[in-house]
């Protein structure tokens, strides 16, 4: 008995252990996060490619004159025009118009707009990609106020997805 009762205990305060182990560290999480490598200061942009079929080359503009503010606003890089340190390329892959939150036998009162892109960001000093990835994002908006309401609503996808380049390219180290 002596023998079943010390095994008894062993795994009973492992399992403690385990879970007073996993209680202190709910809450607790990992942030890939830092800053920029000392030779990238600045960062140029390469005219926004729109593969999008969507018919509003409005967007694109929009696009451009949105992540030309946040970078500015935020400063971690000089944005400048020509060659810089790094170079950001953008491509609008698709924007979608899609019917949101319908139940049967309503009519439609919202609509869907995402938009993806897909975002490389380069380092040209050592002439080598940092990363390439998509971005998602999407906003909600009333039929009833169409054009305004999806303007409006493509306003603030662009503003989404230009939030998570910039954090991706200056804090995503």
């Known amino acids: 008995m002596n023998f079943f009762s010390s095994l008894?205990?062993?795994?009973?305060?492992?399992?403690?252990?385990?879970?007073?182990?996993?209680?202190?560290?709910?809450?607790?999480?990992?942030?890939?996060?830092?800053?920029?490598?000392?030779?990238?200061?600045?960062i140029s942009f390469a005219p926004i490619i729109d593969n999008s079929n969507y018919g509003n080359p409005i967007y694109r503009d929009m696009f451009v004159n949105n992540l030309l503010k946040k970078f500015q606003s935020d400063n971690s890089l000089k944005v400048i025009e020509g060659t810089g340190d790094s170079k950001l390329t953008v491509t609008i892959?698709?924007?979608?118009?899609?019917?949101?939150?319908?139940?049967?036998?309503?009519?439609?009162?919202?609509?869907?707009?995402?938009?993806?892109?897909t975002v490389e960001f380069f380092d040209a000093v050592k002439g080598k990609s940092i990363f390439n990835?998509?971005?998602?994002n999407?906003?909600?908006?009333?039929?009833?106020?169409?054009?305004f309401s999806r303007d409006k609503a493509i306003e603030d996808v662009i503003s989404k997805l230009t939030e998570d380049i910039l954090l991706a390219t200056v804090s995503g180290w």
Do not use: Q, W
Not at 24 to 39: E, R
């Open 8 to 42: 008894f205990n062993h795994i009973v305060s492992k399992k403690f252990i385990s879970l007073l182990f996993f209680i202190l560290t709910i809450g607790c999480y990992s942030f890939k996060g830092g800053s920029l490598p000392d030779h990238i200061k600045t």
């Open 93 to 117: 892959n698709s924007i979608r118009d899609e019917t949101a939150f319908v139940k049967p036998g309503e009519l439609e009162k919202e609509r869907k707009i995402t938009m993806e892109v």
């Open 133 to 136: 990835r998509k971005f998602s």
């Open 138 to 147: 999407y906003a909600i908006y009333s039929v009833a106020g169409i054009p």
